[in-house]
């Protein structure tokens, strides 16, 4: 049994019971020592810088889950045009950008109703090597979940799942019981047509409450067709036990009603530059570019706009909003969204993530080149 596959079990059947204060100071202590000693050491752990791109095709969401600062966000809630999604990733490509991440900051690929064109386009290009997205998965009907399954490129599809069954579900997402049980008819109909030998990836993770488990009776139609998909397919579903503060627009007073624990990053240790730069840089639906559109739902990063300056500008060390902003992380200052953030990664830390597809990882210096040409 490999290492993720014990923390997976680790985490199944004893995560409900540990308590999250207890996880939090732990990594945090294990950080400050990891991070100082790299830092002695002169170690950096960076993502290449020119591997990974977001472009935001949909700024709209069909949901407003408690724990997402969709509702609070004031970027602007469009759909990206597509003669615009294509100038993107042409200049992304000529850049020498290979892996298209499609997941919005807040909301729903699917509410984009010309999102397989777009996609289509990325299957076709020659320089893309692949794309990936989540998705809650209640938006598409079954002519656009067979069309992806037509996809070559696609790599990886993760539908997140709110709540476990009717009712959690429309408390959590503040959405309707007609949309909980299109759902339900989407999961089948994927599971019907999906072959795991033949597809792209596909994984799943509940956004339920913590008391949740799947051993519970009775279960629900979600549950059960969850249930095939793991034994069917091996696609292990996990539970989330402690959320993100969304760069500190989320707190616990906005879900205590539905039971979910939001960490509000006061205990995240911080020291310099945040590797999430070089992995979740990328361009908004309006065209507008953020230094990381991972949190940022205000765009306090904005670094630029595609529509009045080459990408290639906008990425680069000759941008002095980019610069400054690297600058000052490697002198361990943040800005508020990145200060209240809790997914911050240090360049101190080494790369555990398995979303690094060529295994490698940067100097500064290095980085700092690859931004200056």
Known sequence: MSFQSIKRQVKKYIGPYINPNFVILTKKYVNIVEMNFNAALGRHFLFPPRLRLTIETSGICNLSCKFCAYSKKQLAKVIMPLNLFQEVVNQAAEMGFSIINLTPLTGDVFMDKGIIEKMQYLDNHPKIKGYEFFTNFVVP????????????????????????????????????KKEYHRLVRNLKFLYELY??????KLKMNWRTVPGFSEKSLPKSELQEIVLNFEKTYGIVCENIFLYTNWGGEVTNEDVKDVGLRVNDGSNVYKKGLCNLIFHFGGVLADGRVSACVCRDVNGTLVVGDINKE???HILSLNNPLYADIIQEQMESKFRPVCRS?????????????????????????????????
Request: glycine residues 2%.
């Open 310 to 312: 080459p990408l290639s």
């Open 141 to 176: 009907s079954e002519q656009k979940i067979k069309e992806l399954f037509e996809l070559r490129q696609l790599n990886l599809m993760h539908v997140s799942l709110y709540g476990h069954d009717e009712k959690s579900f429309c408390e959590i997402t503040r959405a309707t």
């Open 341 to 373: 953030c809790d997914l911050y990664q240090s360049l101190y830390k080494p790369i555990r993530w398995g979303n690094n597809p060529d295994k490698r990882h940067y100097n500064l210096n290095q980085v700092k080149a690859l931004l200056s040409k």
């Open 195 to 200: 072959d795991r030998n033949h597809s792209f």
